[in-house]
């Protein structure tokens, strides 16, 4: 035995210790860290350490967690009987009861003497096995017959449809999978697809079949292996083939749609991908081969001519998400296999050229590239793999630049708009160089349009910062200036989007404007020409929309975009175009992050703007426009004229979690108002805001988090948010209970979680799986009172739960801080409304947990020396809600029992009790019906109380 096993028995001792406890994720915990510290020969311990942690997961439902550790145990000991048995409970908690069963078996074999343990599962799983087997037989008939229908030949066109749909569903259960794949599926679904030319008949027949295929692989990663085998990863590739020829745009998006849904599946079950969850390290790392070798077929095929322009979009969506998966390690291995020259290649590409060995290009795919670029630069996480990085863009830039002819040359420029949209760095750095910036402003100058288009595109993207646009502002100005003056509208436009980016680089500044006054305004105007231009030509009222999304930062033109509603219509209504523009997506939301100030501002502290004054520093300043009566005005109008539904429109043309952000920090800026949340209810936002949860950035989780916290405040959660998507709520909102969250997103959380409690138990029993209740108290015991008393409003509407019910009864402190925080502080003032919410909150929790229960009413009596007090105190106030729960604290006490009951009669909260029996129910001026219904309450409570008493025998009728 190993020195280093000394503080490994230590860990799993205390593992043992907290497994019994019943704290199986501490359990875990500690098992996982004392299998870090033993060593390569440790088999003994590690078999112990590996199935004891398959015992935590276990009971946690975990099961294929469960079946990792179990595995790994009989790795090293193949014959134990715990681990096999462990294995076939896993097993049988997956529906793999064959497995399970055979398991079963080997783990009684191996030990008789735990005949009485095996026993039960292996009855069970005999039942389900033989259950199954019946099944299968049936199923396999009715798969038979499917495959008949689908693939022969005698079959009409309605037949094989729906042969093909019904196997399709058959895939998603293991007895019509395995019955399918027998039948041989596989080889003839390959035949299917492959099958040219097709008709349009057999393209509907081949999109059903990549479909089955995507549903087949989705079912196990030892199935997806299974058939990527069986079919071979080119074919799997070659499925963007599909859509050549296809000239309709939808028809496009229709195959190429289950191919990236395919495509997707294979990798996030190789990696072990779930719903909102990181890869699997351990599932990943054994399909590390085959998820390589996928990627790099993938990769090949990026500035491939035979593809077709939509083909190569999905290519490279697929790469921007999988690029920043950390452990996949695909940043660097980009680089090694040749893709990041490919994207070099693709950036260069300029349609208009026409060059016979050119290739087709969507609108979307430069901006695809930029993005691509991006992400593989910023995964570059050393000095040397970055200077790797610059230097192949920069030999591929040489290479062009040799090159005499002038195609080349516009290349190059293309290539470096791409760069300069992309990894900016690294675009500056390369303008920077002698002669680049002068190549472009002569392109610019010249008399041919293609040059001047590019080279415009150029200016536009390099006149980023305004450190770097002076030198932009110096030299391009005038040659901008003059392209404006173009007829044709494509060169104007683009002039215009530069001289808008240029007259931006104050960015929200008013003190500091790098053009004359009031041309801001005149560009703006511009603009809204080519926007409500009357031939409606979308890619120029794109280009307007950039220029507008520059100048946005100017207060100024802020009003006076927004006072022309005939504009902002239009360009609210182009985000219905944003699925198949999408180079418009980012224009239209900056423009929006702006109008409404939804942006991040730099906290000026006082002090260092005293020091920077005296350093002679320029120091920013904001424009009264920007104040907060005009920001509230801009959002009402935007509100009134489909702010939301065009931001659920281009929720859905994007899955870019920076793009998803900004879309959360508009909606979370309109919901601020409650008087906006229905709206954003009525037009889908509630509904996308859950999507952007799962997908945008921390920051934009965040925001998208307190936008649903905030209509889940005033909207009725069945209205917001109604079925299943209520019970999807419940982690956004938990993830706002953080200690590093602003104390406005605690309290907008809690306040709905306390109306999502009150709706149902079963969304009770959610909050609390989800360690609802740990969060809810902590914030109980916060100093700040709004966020105590929020707390306390929750745990009122989760006390209705029978499980937090039975917590109250336990050997801890809840009821004795309930009845402290019912009782009046020594310095509480009739006004102070605060603290009186807080101690009606508190009451209406005993109020709730002492009613039928014996153990939580004793503890009433006992816990606290005053409590007797503190009931005189509630049941004698003037404050009606609170006399109401007082009274019914006292009744619930008197029914617990009669030993409780003979503790409070003859007391003075008893006398209490038949004064309010005896009594003329008070009336008030001013009174709602609702105050007089509760003074009825209280008097019927009363008697109720009385009535108890009575059946104790404590008390005579008289």
């Not at 311990?45 to 276990?58: E, Q, V």
């Not at 007259?503 to 005149?522: I, V, Y």
Request: proline share 3%; glycine share 4%.
């Amino acid at each position: 035995m190993t020195e280093i096993l000394t503080p490994v028995l230590s860990l799993k001792e205390k593992a043992n210790e907290l497994f019994k406890a019943q704290e199986y994720e501490e359990a875990i915990s500690l098992s996982l860290k004392a299998l870090s510290l033993c060593e390569e020969n440790d088999k003994e311990i590690k078999s112990i350490l590996h199935k004891n942690t398959a015992a935590s997961y276990l009971k946690l439902n975990k099961y294929e967690e469960a079946l990792q550790q179990c595995d790994k145990a009989l790795e090293i000991s193949p014959q134990d009987p715990k681990s096999l048995y462990r294995r076939a409970t896993a097993l049988e908690g997956l529906e793999k009861y064959e497995e399970a069963y055979r398991d079963a078996q080997k783990a009684l074999i191996s030990s008789p003497a735990d005949a009485k343990l095996f026993t039960p599962l292996l009855s069970r799983l005999h039942i389900l096995v033989e259950k199954r087997r019946s099944q299968f037989s049936q199923v396999k008939e009715k798969a038979s017959r499917m495959i008949k229908l689908a693939f022969d030949v005698s079959s009409n066109e309605e037949e094989r449809e729906t042969g093909l749909n019904n196997i399709l569903v058959l895939c998603r259960e293991r007895a019509g999978l395995e019955s399918l794949l027998e039948l041989g599926l596989l080889v003839r679904l390959k035949s299917l697809i492959e099958l040219k030319p097709p008709t349009t008949e057999d393209l509907n027949r081949k999109i059903t079949g990549v479909r089955t295929i995507a549903e087949a692989i989705r079912f196990s990663a030892d199935m997806c292996k299974r058939i990527l085998s069986e079919l071979g990863i080119p074919f799997f590739i070659n499925l963007q083939d599909l859509a050549v020829s296809v000239k309709n745009k939808e028809k496009i998006d229709e195959i190429l749609t289950p191919v990236q849904y395919l495509w997707q599946s294979i990798l996030d079950i190789l990696s072990g991908t779930k719903k909102h969850e990181k890869p699997n390290q351990d599932i990943m790392k054994g399909n590390q081969p085959i998820i390589d070798s996928f990627l790099i077929a993938l990769a090949v095929s990026i500035n491939s001519r035979s593809i077709q322009p939509e083909s190569r979009d999905v290519i490279l969506q697929l790469f921007i998400k999988i690029i920043d998966i950390n452990s996949l390690s695909w940043g660097e291995k980009f680089m090694e296999i040749g893709g990041l020259s490919r994207l070099a290649e693709v950036a260069a590409e300029v349609p208009e050229l026409k060059s016979e060995s050119g290739m087709g290009l969507t609108r979307n795919t430069k901006n695809l590239i930029s993005v691509l670029l991006s992400r593989v630069y910023d995964n570059m996480y050393y000095d040397a793999a970055r200077t790797k990085y610059v230097d192949t863009l920069d030999n591929y830039l040489k290479e062009l630049l040799l090159e005499s002819d002038f195609e080349a040359k516009i290349k190059s420029i293309s290539f470096l708009t791409c760069l300069l949209l992309g990894p900016m760095d690294v675009g500056n750095t390369f303008i920077g160089r002698p002669g680049i910036l002068q190549m472009i402003l002569v392109m610019a100058n010249s008399d041919q349009l293609l040059q001047q288009k590019v080279a415009t595109e150029a200016i536009v993207a390099a006149a980023s910062k305004k450190d770097k646009a002076k030198g932009i502002i110096t030299e391009g100005i005038n040659i901008l200036k003059q392209l404006y003056q173009s007829k044709n509208d494509d060169i104007k436009v683009r002039a215009l989007v530069g001289l808008c980016k240029l007259g931006s680089t104050g960015g929200s500044d008013a003190s500091w404007k790098p053009f004359a006054d009031g041309a801001n305004l005149k560009l703006t105007e511009a603009c809204r020409r080519f926007l409500l231009n009357p031939n409606k030509d979308l890619s120029i009222q794109r280009w307007a929309v950039e220029g507008l999304s520059y100048l946005t930062l100017d207060a100024e033109v802020k009003e006076k975009l927004i006072e022309d509603k005939a504009a902002l219509k239009i360009f609210l209504d182009i985000s219905k175009h944003a699925n198949q523009m999408g180079d418009v997506l980012y224009p239209i939301i900056t423009c929006l992050v702006n109008l409404v100030n939804a942006y991040d501002k730099q906290e000026l502290i006082p002090e260092m703007m005293e020091l920077a004054k005296f350093a002679k520093h320029h120091i920013p300043e904001e424009h009264e426009f920007d104040d907060p009566d005009f920001i509230e005005k801009r959002i009402e109008i935007l509100v009134e004229v489909g702010l939301t539904t065009c931001l659920v429109n281009l929720s859905k043309s994007t899955e870019s979690a920076n793009v998803l952000e900004l879309i959360a920090r508009i909606l979370n800026a309109v919901c601020e108002k409650d008087t906006y949340r229905g709206i954003v209810v009525q037009q889908g936002g509630a509904r996308e805001l859950l999507r952007i949860w799962q997908k945008a950035t921390d920051k934009g989780k965040r925001l998208a988090a307190q936008a649903i916290s905030r209509i889940g405040i005033n909207q009725p959660p069945s209205v917001a948010f109604p079925g299943q998507r209520a019970f999807e709520v419940v982690k956004p909102l938990m993830s706002l209970m953080q200690i590093d969250c602003p104390a406005l997103q605690n309290f907008e959380a809690l306040l709905a979680l306390c109306n999502l409690a009150g709706e149902s138990e079963e969304l009770r029993r959610r909050i609390l799986e989800d360690e609802g209740l740990s969060k809810i108290e902590h914030y109980m015991y916060e100093d700040h009172q709004m966020l105590r008393r929020a707390a306390l409003q929750c745990m009122v509407n989760l006390s209705l739960s029978e499980k937090v019910n039975q917590l109250f009864e336990g050997e801890n402190d809840r009821v004795k801080y309930m009845l402290l925080l019912s009782s009046a502080p020594e310095d509480l003032e009739e006004n102070d409304k605060e603290e009186i919410e807080t101690m009606k909150a508190a009451s209406s929790v005993l109020a709730i947990v002492s009613r039928e229960n014996r153990k939580v009413c004793g503890k009433i009596l006992v816990c606290v020396k005053n409590s007797m007090e503190i009931l005189i105190w509630l049941a004698a106030n003037p404050i009606v809600d609170l006399q109401l729960r007082g009274v019914t604290i006292v009744t619930n006490i008197l029914a617990a029992d009669r030993e409780l009951a003979e503790q409070i009669v003859g007391t003075p909260v008893f006398e209490i009790l038949m004064a309010l029996t005896q009594s003329e129910i008070p009336t008030k001026e001013g009174d709602t019906p609702e105050i007089i219904k509760k003074r009825h309450d209280i008097k019927k409570r009363a008697q109720e109380a009385l009535a108890i008493a009575e059946k104790w025998k404590l008390i005579e009728k008289s």
